[in-house]
């Protein structure tokens, strides 16, 4: 055959022919509506491989067989597509107003919660509040969600710790939270350790005629030693008196102080090394595991360590409490979705309870070993946090030097954020939810094994946490960047120390969070330090 001749052109050369002709009448439609396409380049490198008689006779054939109107009407309908996937793709990438109609997924949402959480400014101390609210599928009550007081009208409630040094600035927290609560009802109080600037307020907090109604009071399982150990930290400095005595009871008696509030149930979460000493978890007689009451929003315990039913969870400690362990809180969770409160609690190590116990012995003139079986009298723990006070504080200097021991870390967050979206107040929106907070008061993450520990607690968490309180309040004895790995986005410190000595939050540690491109906020005693983070999140079906 002879490319030269129409009739004799080979197949191969004619498809090139036609494949050329459509390019150059596609280009040239392209460019009359604006759109720039490859076509042009392919058409011009394809043009020289053909015979020009070739090329025009498929050209004439094309336009023979597809008209020029024909063609216009599928170039505007391939532009129309084409600009509805742009205007498609910038709707889901943009953060818009948290009141624009495709904020979030209306029509395909089955379940919506709304969740506020509040640091609020009460100078050195922890008081942080929680809230959340079923919005059902009403606009306008997510709406007004996002710009409302969420603590009158919450289906459920929580505080993480309630105390400040000096206690008047958690006293004021205290009331303004109660005098917006016209229920009364709190329905969980995780307390995270027994320092004084941690409790202090909660007598005003769950006060018979002037607080709130609590339902249920975590805490970490400390035994008698723990106990005291805890106590000769806050000792080594001196307090209010008011907040000293409430302070005392607790370490004397901690299931008897917090019972005398009236809970439905107190809850002491074990750490997960039980075999570093105390109690014997399994020893206890097992019990029905934690779960909500018949008011508000409902919620039930999770055992995540996928033990089998004749090991149970839940264990019965000789004062009455539920002890729990590798547990989870689930809050109204469906189907549908949910929130996650999950604490973590980390034990004294062996050796530094060994040298705390000597070093009391030592300070009492005590018989070398006598103090663990002295400490089980309750009269004795009376006297050693009254008359003996100093002696204990000057015990855990020797042993602990600043080092702040155990503290129950707690994670709040959506269940299934993977699968869920967020909307905050401010309009920034998140195609998943990342919006997990985390509280860990005066833990110490300087400690290579606690730092990894936790890690592994948190492992399915950690990814979804934005907001990370730093450990006892931004101090450089308790954390150490290069240790953790966490990638939040606001990085708090509840500070504002009273005694020269102390640097909270310490400088190094907040250029650390600045370096890594993170924001850091200081909650101190002013009002206006107050952090305040509301969202909607949702579950799409």
């Known amino acids: 055959m002879n490319n030269n001749s129409i009739d004799g052109t080979d197949d191969k050369s004619w498809v090139l022919a036609c494949q050329c002709a459509d390019l150059y009448i596609h280009s040239d439609i392209a460019r009359t509506y604006g759109l720039k396409s490859m076509s042009e380049f392919f058409y011009e490198s394809m043009k020289g491989q053909l015979p020009a008689e070739l090329f025009n006779r498929a050209l004439e054939f094309r336009r023979q067989t597809l008209s020029v109107e024909e063609i216009h009407h599928a170039c505007r309908q391939f532009l129309s597509e084409q600009q509805q996937q742009v205007a498609n793709l910038a709707a889901s ?27 609020l400014p009460v100078g050195q101390g922890g008081f942080n509040v929680g809230t959340l609210r079923d919005l059902g599928l009403d606009e306008k009550m997510w709406r007004q ?76 399982y400390l035994d008698d030693i723990e106990r005291i150990i805890a106590f000769g930290r806050s ?31 107190i809850v002491m979460v074990m750490p997960d090394d039980e075999d570093e000493g105390g109690l014997s978890y399994f020893e206890l007689p097992p019990v029905e595991p934690p779960h909500s009451g018949t008011d508000g929003l409902p919620w039930k315990s999770a055992d995540k360590t996928g033990r089998s039913s004749t090991r149970s969870m839940s264990r019965r400690s000789p004062d009455g409490a539920t002890v729990v362990q590798h547990i989870e809180f ?87 954020p993977q699968k869920a979206g967020a909307v905050f107040k401010n309009g920034q929106m998140f195609a998943k939810a990342r919006v997990g907070w985390m509280g860990t008061e005066d833990v110490d993450f300087k400690d290579r094994l606690t730092v990894q520990r936790f890690q592994n607690h948190y492992r399915d968490e950690v990814d979804w946490v934005t907001t990370f309180m730093l450990p006892h309040h931004g101090s450089a004895h308790n954390f150490d960047p290069s240790l953790f790995v966490i990638d939040a986005e606001l990085w708090v410190a509840a500070a504002k120390p009273i005694h020269k000595k102390w640097k909270h939050p310490a400088p190094e540690i907040v250029r650390a969070v600045k370096a890594n491109g993170a924001r850091f906020r200081k909650v101190c005693s002013a009002p206006k330090s107050l952090l305040e983070e509301r969202m909607v999140v949702f579950w799409p079906g």
Not at 93 to 115: F, N, Q, V, Y
Not at 235 to 259: L, N, Y
Not at 348 to 362: G, L, M
């Open 145 to 220: 969600s996002l710009v409302s007081d969420a603590v009158p009208l919450a289906d459920f409630m929580y505080v993480y710790d309630c105390g400040s040094d000096p206690i008047a600035g958690v006293v004021q927290s205290v009331r303004s939270i109660v005098a917006r609560r016209p229920s009364r009802k709190l329905d969980m109080l995780f307390v995270s350790h027994f320092d004084r600037d941690h409790i202090c307020g909660i007598p005003h907090l769950l006060h018979e005629k002037k607080g709130l109604r609590v339902d249920t009071i975590v805490m970490p």
């Open 235 to 265: 000792a080594a400095t001196s307090g209010e008196r008011v907040a000293e005595r409430f302070h005392e009871d607790v370490i004397v008696d901690p299931i008897g102080s917090m019972a005398s509030f009236g809970p439905r149930q």
């Open 93 to 119: 990438t943009a953060r818009l107003p948290s009141m624009h109609p495709r904020a979030w997924k209306r029509d395909e949402a089955k379940h919506i919660l709304g969740h506020h959480r509040y640091q």
């Open 330 to 416: 689930e809050v109204g969770k469906g189907t549908e979705g949910g929130w996650v409160l999950k604490p973590h609690v980390k034990r004294t190590s062996r050796r530094d309870r060994d040298a705390f116990c000597a070093a009391v012995e030592v300070a009492l003139s005590w018989p070398r070993g006598s103090f663990e079986q002295k400490v089980k009298d309750k009269k004795e723990r009376r006297l050693l946090v009254t008359k003996h006070r100093s002696a204990v504080a000057r015990a855990y200097t020797w042993t602990f030097g600043d080092k702040n021991e155990t503290s129950l870390v707690l994670y709040s967050g959506p269940a299934e």
